[in-house]
């Protein structure tokens, strides 16, 4: 089993800053992809980015390509989301989650392919 704990989320103003974590244990060797997903109420769970646990490779949903950045510290096992130029819009419930494999873009961006999933962390931007 993997363990998955996010944390550093919160209330921004628009345009601001926020670094979320996703610190990951137990059969963390399993690991092979990560990514960060978010949920308003009321609607379906969208991939925000994934990243290949062993490469790097990186991908991004297109509402958030050139301000957030996906990174990770294999050495700590925890992948990070910085989220910069933040807009209301992106007030969501954050969760990361993890897989054994990569994979196709439609596979990567379906939330039902991630077996582990963290409790979720909160962030609000006002306007």
């Known amino acids: 089993q993997v363990q998955l704990v996010e944390s550093g989320g919160g209330l921004v103003q628009a345009g601001g800053s926020l670094r979320l974590s996703c610190a990951a244990s137990?059969?963390?060797?399993?690991?092979?992809?990560m990514g960060w997903f978010r949920q308003a109420p009321g609607k379906e769970r969208e991939l925000v980015a994934v990243?290949?646990?062993?490469?790097?490779?990186?991908y991004y949903a297109d509402s958030v390509k050139g301000r957030f950045t996906i990174s990770r510290d294999n050495a700590k096992n925890t992948v990070y989301l910085q989220m910069n130029s933040l807009k209301p819009e992106d007030t969501d419930v954050y969760s990361c989650?993890?897989?054994?494999?990569?994979?196709?873009?439609?596979?990567?961006?379906?939330?039902?392919?991630?077996?582990?999933w963290g409790q979720g962390t909160q962030v609000a931007v006002s306007s």
């Open positions: 989650a993890a897989r054994r494999s990569w994979g196709t873009i439609p596979l990567l961006t379906t939330p039902g392919q991630y077996p582990y």
């Open positions: 137990g059969r963390t060797f399993s690991i092979y992809a």
């Open positions: 990243i290949n646990w062993s490469s790097g490779s990186t």
